[in-house]
């Protein structure tokens, strides 16, 4: 089956994925135990304290995830695994104080009173009598909150976090059904197990058992190594993430060349293909022409997201665009002349952010408002400015950093006078689909995507030169290149390299074609680069 052949290709790299997302989901499950059955234990003992704890847990529960990764990058200023386990701790909380109160509660007032009449203390009641009885209650909430903290751990790798969400979100960026599939089916199985495992741990610990299950040898061994099997769990996770690293890219895992310490430059990406390639593009031409290792932290989501991680040294280097960098970051008006836009952001970066512009790598990716060519004919749309008299009754779909930038939808539908019936926020692998399905009438494409000719829509031209140019162009922090210069000879290879043409093909192998990003890469740089 072509699936089970695409896993074992992926094999190392799925160990890898493995390791992490039960590293993401352990210690965040274990961080919420000793956080939430203390706060259980208040609640359950304090009445005035319950209805505190108990909302602010809940509330915890109501906000979205992705939500919650977001608020967290703010506050944090700091991508990866940090954010991920404490959104994963505070989501996994509820489960666990509910059940601890309910628990403890449940416990037979007899009970309680007889231990209260052999003198035991209010803590030796709750440690030697009311705990053990109600450690099955407290055990089941264990289980909900790390099973469903398995699910929301593939939420992560969208914030460079790692895990198995990474193959969902490389899918979701690609339109290739079987990356989403490596992600997802192997975090069900996940969740069965882990749930397994913590079911077999509270039979283990199980006080309620027969004169037979006592006196039967193999039942008490059974129990043993139930009890154990967290540990068994937690050796698995580590073997398959040493697995991974060691096999997954053998040049990358060896961390000394010549018995020194080997430099790793960290390259992230937005969650497009361009930017896939453009970073693997980058990544293969450092470990090409140079002894630097390099890690991925690829798809970590919009603009801001790669431009707060390599000013807060999360990343060291990213692919970024000129008219992106001008108006996103910089908040500066249109500059449509490609040399000046250029000199003004590799200016204000280097002053501003300490980061240095290299040379573009040639193309030219503005945004294109795109039609399904069939339309042109229909309602002799050419300009952009052709949709304002029917914008009312067409509906478009557009990135959600599209529809709120200064060089998009808000400032694009005041020049040209466009009020749609309803706009709607695509995944930028998601929106081709939908106009050709005719979900949507208007989409905002990418110049240089090959899928414009191969879902036969048409580039409306911006006749009022409302976008500036985009050219895309390595950004490094200066402190790196000025450690490392060889990084600067290795990049400049990359100068010029790719025409509109040349990106736009490459981006349909990838998209359309489904060949491996690293494959189209590596096959570019052997014709191009000596």
């Avoid at 304290?49 to 915890?60: C, E, K």
């Avoid at 932290?297 to 999360?314: D, K, P, Q, S, V």
């Avoid at 539908?413 to 926020?425: H, M, P, W």
């Avoid at 990359?494 to 060949?515: F, H, P, Y």
Wanted: aromatic share 8%; proline share 4%; net charge positive.
């Amino acid at each position: 089956m072509p699936f089970i052949t695409f896993t074992l290709e992926r094999l190392p790299e799925l160990c890898l994925r493995l390791g992490e997302h039960l590293a993401l989901t352990g210690f965040s499950t274990c961080a919420a135990v000793f956080i939430g059955i203390p706060l259980g234990i208040s609640a359950s003992k304090a009445k005035m304290l319950r209805g505190a704890i108990t909302g602010g847990v809940g509330m915890l529960q109501t906000i979205p995830s992705l939500a919650m990764l977001a608020v967290l990058l703010v506050l944090l200023k700091k991508i990866g695994a940090v954010p991920a386990m404490i959104a994963l701790t505070l989501y996994a909380l509820l489960p666990i104080v509910r059940n601890t109160i309910t628990g403890i509660e449940e416990v037979s007032s007899s009970v309680t009173e007889a231990a209260r009449g052999i003198g035991m203390t209010p803590a030796q009641r709750l440690y030697m009598v009311e705990l053990p009885l109600a450690m099955s209650v407290i055990i089941a909430g264990i289980r909900t909150a790390a099973v469903v903290g398995v699910g929301i751990a593939t939420l992560s790798a969208f914030i460079g976090a790692g895990g198995l969400g990474q193959f969902i979100n490389r899918g979701l960026a690609l339109s290739n059904t079987n990356l989403i599939l490596l992600g997802a089916l192997p975090a069900a199985v996940l969740a069965l197990i882990v749930d397994g495992v913590i079911a077999s741990f509270q039979w283990g610990i199980s006080c309620k058992t027969s004169e037979y299950v006592r006196n039967n040898f193999f039942i008490k061994v059974l129990k043993k190594l139930a009890i154990l099997s967290p540990l068994f769990l937690i050796v698995f996770g580590y073997s398959v993430y040493v697995y991974g690293t060691k096999d997954m890219r053998p040049n990358e895992a060896q961390a000394v060349w010549k018995g020194k310490d080997r430099f790793t430059i960290r390259i992230g990406t937005k969650n497009f293909t361009e930017q896939l390639i453009l970073g693997e593009l980058m990544a293969q031409v450092i470990e090409a022409k140079s002894r630097i290792t390099v890690e991925r932290r690829f798809n970590l989501g919009g603009t801001m997201i790669c431009h707060n991680a390599i000013i807060n040294n999360e990343i060291d280097l990213y692919a970024e665009y000129t008219g992106t960098a001008l108006t996103a970051i910089l908040k500066k008006g249109v500059i449509t002349n490609p040399d000046k836009a250029y000199n003004k952001v590799s200016g204000e970066y280097l002053n501003r952010f300490n980061l240095k512009w290299l040379e573009p790598f040639g193309f030219n990716n503005t945004y294109a408002i795109t039609v399904r060519k069939e339309d042109t004919k229909t309602f002799k749309w050419f300009n952009i400015s052709d949709l304002s008299t029917t914008s009312k009754t067409l509906i478009a779909g557009f990135t959600s950093e599209f529809s709120e930038r200064p060089d998009g939808y808000p400032v694009l539908s005041k020049v040209y006078g466009l009020r749609f019936k309803q706009v709607l926020d695509f995944d930028p692998a998601l929106m081709y689909p939908a106009i050709a399905n005719k979900e949507v009438d208007v989409i905002c494409a990418f110049a240089t995507d090959g899928r414009i000719a191969s879902y036969n829509l048409q580039i409306l031209n911006d006749d009022l030169l409302f976008f500036p140019p985009y050219y895309a162009a390595p950004v490094i922090r200066k402190t790196v290149l000025e450690e490392h210069p060889e990084i600067l000879h290795a990049l400049n290879l990359l100068s010029g390299i790719l025409d509109d043409n040349t990106m736009q093909r490459m981006n349909l192998m990838v998209d359309e074609e489904k060949q491996r990003v690293s494959d189209v890469v590596r096959d570019l740089l052997a014709k191009q680069v000596p």
